[in-house]
């Protein structure tokens, strides 16, 4: 196997919102990552604990408080020429959650789709810019014909491929999905979650895939991230997590998810999170720490002991 390549690095990043006010906010607190080339980190949490922010400032669209974040080698926060900017917003491209609101209900969709195309100037004449359009509409499982059409006239599901042809359109890297599935219904999810991975293959994407809970990233990611109130508290691969979760708001996220199968139903216990249980030697922080390697869980010195004594009993 080729050596792993890092297309994102993600350094101590914060990101406070009113700082030094009443109402200060710690979005994201001390996070850091790495997302290789190719790879579907998912980054899961609720409500409210900072996900959309640090897809957000990952992209630059708010400048960050403390840290880095490196694409490609580049500090993407750091001073940048205009055409440095240009190129960065072409590479990394979102997909929203609101696949009702993402759209201009005033614009046709080859307008919305060529918006991208025209800024960075891919296409050299008006019938290379329609055929691209074209070809987009139809790599997200649409066609032609829908061209002139205006966002109303699409069910949630096929918003959603028009967002992800606009992304598409500049031809980036990497793409942060946002929530791209939990405002559609249950039976297109699997759709676009399908057509998704479809496109890595095909187009050699890396995606940060963002959503509130471990079922809907579960078929998607290769490793997962979980987030609580502005911190990373683990990250370990996709099937290493489900398997072996060890942060206790992990496992409480792990609880929550029904499973087709009644016997486990009649016994699934919904775990409680409470964070107050962590005890801290005084002056002492809690730290992401590898555990296993690849596994790492935020903890105390003294977890951090307990879970590699039980991690090798557990594999
Ligand atoms: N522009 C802003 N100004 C002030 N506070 C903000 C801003 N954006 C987000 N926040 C706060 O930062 C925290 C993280 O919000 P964020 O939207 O990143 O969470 P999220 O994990 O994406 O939640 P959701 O699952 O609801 O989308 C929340 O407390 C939110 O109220
Ligand atoms: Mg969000």
């Known amino acids: 196997m080729s050596k792993k390549e890092k297309i994102l690095e993600v350094k101590n990043l914060k990101q406070y919102f009113n700082m030094g006010k009443p109402n200060e906010v710690r979005a994201i607190d001390n996070v850091s990552f790495d997302i290789y080339k190719g790879e579907t980190l998912g980054l899961v949490g609720e409500s409210g604990c900072g996900k959309s922010t640090t897809g957000r400032t990952i992209i630059r669209l708010y400048d960050a408080t403390d840290g880095q974040v490196i694409f490609n080698g580049e500090d993407v926060h750091g001073k940048k020429s205009r055409a440095q900017l240009k190129s960065l917003n072409r590479k990394m491209q979102m997909i929203f959650q609101d696949p009702y609101a993402s759209l201009n209900p005033r614009m046709k969709i080859s307008q919305i789709i060529s918006e991208g195309i ?3 100037g891919l296409a050299k004449t008006p019938k290379e810019r329609k055929d691209r359009v074209y070809d987009l509409l139809e790599t997200v499982g649409l066609n032609k014909e829908h061209a002139n059409r205006y966002p109303h006239e699409f069910s949630g599901g096929q918003r959603q491929r028009i967002g992800i042809a606009r992304a598409l359109a500049v031809e980036p890297d990497f793409i942060i999905a946002d929530e791209p599935i939990s405002a559609l219904d249950v039976s297109i999810q699997a759709q676009v979650v399908n057509l998704l991975k479809k496109l890595q293959k095909e187009k050699d994407l890396t995606f940060l895939f963002i959503a509130h809970d471990l079922s809907m990233v579960k078929y998607i990611s290769d490793r997962i991230g979980v987030m609580y109130f502005g911190r ?20 409480s996220l792990l609880s929550a998810i029904p499973l087709p ?3 486990y139903e009649k016994t699934r216990v919904r775990k409680v999170y409470d964070p107050s249980k962590h005890k801290l030697e005084q002056g002492e922080t809690m730290e992401f720490r ?7 869980v935020m903890c105390s010195k003294e977890e951090f002991a307990r879970y590699q004594k039980d991690a090798v009993t557990t594999s």
């Open 261 to 263: 199968d009644p016997d």
């Open 232 to 251: 990373l508290v683990e990250l370990a691969d996709a099937d290493e997590l489900y398997k072996n979760p060890i942060h206790p708001y992990t496992k």
């Open 290 to 296: 590898e555990v296993k390697p690849g596994h790492f």
């Open 118 to 120: 025209d800024i960075h």
